[in-house]
């Protein structure tokens, strides 16, 4: 049974309450990234779904209609990347298919309350990070582009730009600046930390 204090917990999540959101961050991140490595087996990846999770709560928090639904859904969504994760690893073989059946059944076994969340998307998100991106200033962009997404040193980006290592760093801090302070007004502070890095 829900009590009063679940009720007006869910309320104020479901109004956009960052507060409450941060602490339902806190409560559960770690548990969803536990459900994950079961499954992909790699701690990076883990945490990769759980914030995928967590960003797609939030941003479809108006369709919870029960407490207990925030973590249901929170496993739902971490089931369905898991799979697809495991699905675009799997070879399309007899042995393969079975192991992924397998693989779902345990999913589904461990997933607490069944909501159909699969056709939930993130493409808003994704297109606001490419757009931030974008409107970065050209050499924080270059510097950003070649460090986080060609994975380039410090160094070899200094290099190939000809400007110093410390130029390089000023840039990345603005950038990052930059990004935070763009996300921050689409989500949660708590999730914009946590996927920062990942950018």
């Given at each position: 049974?829900?009590?009063?204090?679940?009720?007006?917990?869910?309320?104020?999540?479901?109004?956009g309450?960052?507060?409450?959101?941060?602490s339902?961050?806190?409560s559960?991140?770690?548990?969803?990234?536990?459900?994950?490595?079961?499954?992909?087996?790699?701690?990076?990846?883990?945490?990769?779904?759980?914030?995928?999770?967590?960003?797609?709560?939030?941003?479809?928090r108006?369709?919870?209609?029960?407490?207990?639904?925030?973590?249901s859904?929170?496993?739902t969504?971490?089931?369905t990347?898991?799979?697809n994760?495991?699905?675009?690893k799997?070879?399309?073989?007899?042995y393969?298919?079975?192991?992924?059946?397998?693989?779902e059944?345990e999913?589904?076994?461990?997933?607490?309350?069944?909501?159909?969340?699969n056709?939930?998307?993130i493409?808003?998100?994704?297109?606001?990070?490419?757009q931030?991106?974008?409107?970065l200033?050209?050499k924080?962009?270059?510097?950003?582009?070649k460090?986080?997404?060609?994975?380039?040193?410090?160094k070899?980006?200094?290099?190939?730009?000809?400007?110093?290592?410390?130029?390089?760093?000023?840039?990345m801090?603005r950038?990052?600046?930059?990004l935070?302070e763009r996300?921050t007004?689409?989500?949660?502070?708590?999730?914009?930390?946590?996927?920062?890095?990942?950018?």
């Amino acid at each position: 049974m829900t009590t009063q204090l679940e009720e007006n917990i869910l309320k104020a999540f479901k109004d956009g309450d960052e507060k409450i959101f941060e602490s339902i961050f806190s409560s559960y991140y770690n548990q969803i990234i536990g459900f994950c490595i079961q499954f992909v087996g790699d701690n990076d990846k883990a945490q990769s779904i759980a914030q995928e999770a967590f960003i797609k709560l939030w941003m479809n928090r108006e369709k919870v209609e029960k407490y207990n639904g925030i973590l249901s859904f929170l496993y739902t969504a971490a089931k369905t990347e898991c799979l697809n994760f495991i699905r675009r690893k799997s070879v399309t073989s007899k042995y393969e298919n079975r192991q992924l059946q397998l693989i779902e059944d345990e999913l589904n076994r461990e997933v607490l309350d069944r909501f159909d969340f699969n056709s939930i998307e993130i493409s808003e998100l994704e297109k606001l990070i490419y757009q931030s991106i974008e409107d970065l200033p050209e050499k924080c962009k270059l510097v950003f582009i070649k460090s986080r997404m060609e994975d380039k040193t410090n160094k070899e980006i200094a290099e190939e730009l000809n400007i110093s290592i410390k130029a390089v760093e000023a840039n990345m801090t603005r950038a990052l600046k930059f990004l935070r302070e763009r996300l921050t007004d689409y989500l949660p502070a708590v999730l914009v930390q946590a996927i920062l890095p990942y950018l």
